[in-house]
């Protein structure tokens, strides 16, 4: 496995990676949920590249990146375990020298949920996987259904921009208890943890509600919000239930709806969804 940190390596390190070549973009500090997305591509692809940078674009004055968990050695040993050929650890300098000043925006869909609360988020995001396509060239990009907007954001800009790279999103991975997987869980202390489990029990009991035959979006909604307040230690931002294209906020009787919500549990902000109903092509793929 090749580690590189400057740019001309890595276009050097990719030339002569064989193709279809696999890229998942990271933020590091993985954990099972990162290694599902980088297995799948192992198991896809000829060839596999990682990227792990802390992107500042994508993290608003007040949150956490100067926090973000870092553990860039054990990250190499998981990598290099799963047979990974390249990984990319650019500098921040590097990525956003002095002058930068060209951005992507996705307009519509990043309107909604994360995005009308984290300003400028997805335009982060937008433009970082954009440097990572161009940089790798990847012929595939895999991406976790636990970012439900950003996988659905990522796919708009490919198909609008003409990338020649197919988007897979592959499922949430989750603790036994049904937590997501996620760097940010490991802020929380054990009470923490315990209260975490509600986002889950919340998601779960509006998809149980929809299975057993409720079709209206504010039951749906009601239900998650329901569930949330029975945890004195999570404060919901947002508990929503949102058209799973154009994700506008569902209200009335729905065929089916991407469920999702943020939460605070304590200091620490996490996100979650669940689908429910007939899948409609593009905005999940499950194994
Ligand atoms: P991050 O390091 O948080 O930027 O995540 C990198 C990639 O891993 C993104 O495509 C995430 O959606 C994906 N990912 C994060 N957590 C999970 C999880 N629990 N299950 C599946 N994919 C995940």
Known sequence: ??????????????????????????????????????????????????????????????????NYPVDLERDLDLLKAEQVDLVWTPTEAAMYGAGYQTWVEVEELTRYLEGEIREEHFRGVATVVTKMFNSFQPNRAYFGQKDAQQAIVIRRMVQDLNFPIEVIVCPTLREADGLAMASRNSYLNPDERRAATVIYRALSAANELFNTG?????????????????????????????????LEELHGPLERALLSMAVFIGETRLIDNMTVGEERGSYAVDD
Do not use: W
């Open 1 to 66: 496995m090749k580690v590189v940190v400057g740019l001309a390596e890595l276009r050097l390190a990719r030339e002569s990676l064989a193709n279809p070549m696999g890229l998942i973009t990271t933020m590091g500090f993985l954990h099972e949920g990162h290694l599902s997305l980088v297995r799948r591509a192992v198991q896809e692809c000829v060839s596999v590249g990682v990227s792990i940078f802390i992107n500042p674009a994508q993290f608003g004055p007040t949150e956490d990146l100067d």
């Open 214 to 246: 409720e079709r209206e979006a504010d039951g749906l909604r009601a239900e998650m919000v329901t569930l949330l307040r029975t945890e004195p230690l999570a404060r919901a931002e947002y508990a929503s239930v949102a058209d799973p294209e154009t």
